[in-house]
Every structure is written in structure tokens, then in C-alpha cells.
């Protein structure tokens, strides 16, 4: 009798296969999940004197403060030109493939492009600074677009729209925000609506909601005008929410700007947002139907740079906490700050093969940082000195290269 084993290990290297291939289409904020963590192995632990070594750089981006989303075979990355927002697609060394007009850009203040692509089976979703929702092809054609700022009559606030679509199954997310729907969910294949969230009557913000799974519910969790909410992403119902600026009353600011993804671990949640806001750790109900707050933290208060949660440790800036435009790490399960650390001004921070990424907004700086719960631990660093105005893209890491914008400008680093 034959053995079948060859035949089963065959079927199971193929089915692990399609599952890995399945989940390596989609490419998005912040990498794997939006938490700011890339899957990398055996990059280097110390940098050169000067930095690590300088792979490609491109320019005529367009300005923007959005990130790189890089591919198994390109990089996207937006842009404002003129009055236009504009994805540009590059091979991996370098070279530029197309050039697409998405939408109209926002020009009221801080003009950059905001929106990191999200790249799904194929597809890149957008979202411009004045609304204008799109799909684009990989070969730079416009699939669909639609302003759904203007559909649902919403505004935006005054530094313009800064989203990156959530996809979810076969639907890309939105949140308009103001008195017709809250968020909503597009078709992939033909912008066609899918559901809408009940309007809880407030502006939009600057946060990228993240997609999580718990009590066998995918849910998003965002934060709106004074809500943070949980939307069930099968059917768009809201599964509970909770009044911040209640609870943030006694720092005595009422401001909103939100603009931090929240961070997600094992039925816990951090939201956490800068201009002197509480920063709180919730936990979910046994059926996902409801959250209750664990800790606060009112000295802890990321504005753009987002946070990074490793073992135990949330890493991250104040902005306005005091001290101010200080890194801090916070202890996950106490939320008591661990310690605080100057080093130049706040910024973005994100994590790979345990070693932590810093890149400060004001000059440019670039640090690669040994996790510790007891101090700030700066292995190596050099300077970014090309390109125009903040420094708040935040990096990317893919297949052993780090990559850094600012304004215009493209820079990819070798790192492995």
C-alpha cells in the first residue's frame, strides 16, 4: 500500500502557502495589523558611523507627510502637486513606474499629501485631503472614485483629511463623520455602499481606525468627535461606545484632534491622543458588546508619532504632558510611566526584530533604539537632511530596507 504521507505534506505546503500568500496582499498603515511592527528578521543591531547605508533616493514626490506602502514588487507613495494629490508607483530600486492624479488636495494649511496607500489584492485604496475616496489599479488606472465627504455632507476639520482606508474582506472603510453616517463601508470592486454607521452627530478626526478580532466579531475601533467607538464590521452597528472628552475633563481641554491608531492586545485597548489628553487602557466585555476603562494616564499624550507596544512596554512622546516633547514608555499592565527621555523633539517611533525606530519632527533625526523599561537606549542614529518641512511621515520597513520621506523626497536605507 502506498503511503499517502507525500501526498498530505504536498496539500498542507499548499494550503499553508495560498493562506501566507492570501495574507501578504495586503499592505497598510503602519504595517501588519497598524501596529507599527514589521515582521522582519536578522537586521542589524548597530549602525555605521553616519547611518546605515543609503540604498536609492527618489524626488518630485510631491509633498506630503504620508508614508511609503512597499510591496512585493513596488512602492506607493503619495503626494500633493498643485492643487492634486498624486500616487506615484516605483520599482523596488528606485525608478518610477506611473503617476496618477487621485483627488484634490488640501490647501488650507499644512498642504502635504496625509493619506498612506492601502494596497489590497491589487488594488490601492485612497482618500485626498478633500474627500475623494478612490480605487486605483496597480497599473495607475482609476478603478472608481467617489467624494464621500460631500455625499454625506460632512467637513472636514482644519487640517484637512488625513485617513488611510481600512479594508475589511471585500469592503474598504471610511468615516466621514458629521450627521449622516459615522463610517462607512464601500464595495471594493465598485465603491458601491455596503452599510453605514448611525451618525452620532460629530466631526471627523485624523485617526486611522483599527481593525481587530475578539469574541469571534471583527470590530473597528476608532475615535470620533467626542466618542470612542466599536463598530461591528459584519453589518456597520455599533457595538459601544464611550464619551472621551468626559473623561478627559479634568485636565480641563476640551480640543479634539484626535489622530492616534489605537493599539490592541488580547481583549485591551489603548487609546491615547495628544494635546494634553488622558491616555486609557479599556477592557473588553466577555462578548465584545461593551468596554470599561482599566488605567489612565494623564501624562502621556502621542500626538502624530503613534505608539509602539512591545512585551510589556508602550513606547511613544508626550506633546503637551509635561515634560513636553519628551519619549516615553509607559507599562502596559499598571499604565504608570516607566520613564521619560529628552532626545530633540517628539516624533514617530516604530519596531522590528526587536529593536525600536525613532524619527523626530523637528530636525530630522534618526535613532535606533535597544527596548528598556529603565531608559531610553540609543544604539546609533544619523540625521535626514533632504527634503522640506516637518518631519512627520512616519518609517517603513520591508524585506531588510528602511524607509524615510520627507516632503518630496524618498529615501531608502539598507538595513540588513
Given at each position: 500500500m502506498k503511503s499517502i504521507f507525500p501526498k498530505l505534506f504536498l496539500s498542507l505546503l499548499f494550503?499553508?502557502?495560498?493562506?501566507?500568500?492570501?495574507?501578504?496582499?495586503?499592505?497598510?498603515?503602519?504595517?501588519?495589523?497598524?501596529?507599527?511592527?514589521?515582521?522582519?528578521?536578522?537586521?542589524?543591531?548597530?549602525?555605521?558611523?553616519?547611518?546605515?547605508?543609503?540604498?536609492?533616493?527618489?524626488?518630485?514626490?510631491?509633498?506630503?507627510?504620508?508614508?511609503?506602502?512597499v510591496t512585493d514588487d513596488a512602492v506607493y507613495i503619495t503626494g500633493r502637486k498643485d492643487?492634486?494629490?498624486?500616487?506615484?508607483?516605483?520599482?523596488?530600486?528606485?525608478?518610477?513606474?506611473?503617476t496618477t492624479v487621485y483627488g484634490k488636495a488640501w490647501m488650507a494649511n499644512h498642504t502635504g499629501s496625509r493619506c498612506t496607500p492601502t494596497y489590497y489584492n491589487g488594488n490601492i485604496f485612497l482618500i485626498s485631503g478633500s474627500g475623494d475616496i478612490v480605487c486605483v489599479g496597480?497599473?495607475?488606472?482609476?478603478?472608481?472614485?467617489?467624494?464621500?465627504?460631500?455625499?454625506?455632507?460632512?467637513?472636514?476639520?482644519?487640517?484637512?483629511?488625513s485617513e488611510s482606508p481600512l479594508v475589511v474582506d471585500n469592503m474598504v472603510i471610511a468615516s466621514p463623520g458629521g450627521k449622516k453616517a459615522s463610517l462607512v463601508a464601500f464595495n471594493i470592486s465598485d465603491g458601491k455602499?455596503?452599510?453605514?454607521v448611525e451618525p452620532v452627530d460629530q466631526t471627523p478626526q485624523y485617526v486611522n481606525p483599527k481593525l481587530i478580532e475578539y469574541a469571534g466579531k471583527k470590530m473597528i475601533i476608532t475615535v470620533m468627535g467626542t466618542n470612542i467607538l466599536a463598530v461591528n464590521a459584519k453589518d456597520g452597528k455599533i457595538l459601544w461606545k464611550i464619551n472621551y472628552p468626559e473623561i478627559n475633563a479634568a485636565t480641563g481641554r476640551v480640543m479634539k484632534n484626535h489622530?492616534?491608531?489605537?493599539?490592541?492586545?488580547?481583549?485591551y485597548i489603548l487609546i491615547a491622543n495628544g494635546y494634553n489628553w488622558v491616555s486609557?487602557?479599556?477592557?473588553l466585555?466577555?462578548?465584545?458588546?461593551?468596554?470599561?476603562?482599566?488605567?489612565?494616564?494623564?501624562?502621556?499624550?502621542?500626538?502624530?508619532?503613534?505608539?509602539?507596544?512591545?512585551?510589556?512596554?508602550?513606547?511613544g512622546t508626550n506633546h503637551m504632558s509635561k515634560p513636553v516633547n519628551i519619549w516615553v514608555c509607559v507599562d502596559w499592565n499598571s499604565g504608570k510611566t516607566l520613564w521619560t527621555s529628552k532626545w530633540y523633539s517628539q516624533g514617530s517611533v516604530i519596531s522590528a526584530d526587536g529593536m525600536l525606530y525613532l524619527y523626530e519632527e523637528k530636525s530630522g533625526h534618526v535613532a535606533l533604539v535597544k527596548p528598556d523599561s529603565s531608559k531610553l537606549d540609543i544604539v546609533s542614529e544619523f540625521q535626514i537632511k533632504k527634503g522640506e518641512g516637518p518631519f512627520w511621515a512616519h518609517p517603513v520597513i520591508s524585506k531588510g530596507r528602511l524607509y524615510i520621506r520627507h516632503g518630496d523626497m524618498l529615501m531608502v536605507y539598507l538595513i540588513k
Open positions: 494550503c499553508t502557502a495560498s493562506v501566507s500568500i492570501i495574507y501578504s496582499q495586503l499592505y497598510e498603515w503602519r504595517g501588519p495589523g497598524r501596529t507599527g511592527i514589521y515582521n522582519e528578521t536578522g537586521l542589524l543591531k548597530k549602525w555605521p558611523d553616519g547611518g546605515p547605508g543609503l540604498l536609492w533616493e527618489a524626488d518630485k514626490m510631491g509633498d506630503g507627510y504620508s508614508s511609503a506602502t492643487s492634486s494629490d498624486v500616487l506615484t508607483a516605483l520599482t523596488l530600486d528606485g525608478k518610477t513606474k506611473w496597480s497599473d495607475g488606472k482609476l478603478k472608481w472614485s467617489k467624494n464621500h465627504y460631500a455625499i454625506y455632507e460632512s467637513t472636514p476639520l482644519m487640517f484637512g483629511i455602499v455596503v452599510w453605514e489622530a492616534i491608531t489605537p493599539t490592541y492586545r488580547d481583549g486609557l487602557k479599556l477592557k466585555s466577555k462578548d465584545g458588546n461593551s468596554a470599561e476603562v482599566v488605567w489612565e494616564n494623564r501624562n502621556f499624550d502621542p500626538q502624530l508619532g503613534g505608539v509602539v507596544l512591545l512585551g510589556d512596554n508602550i513606547y
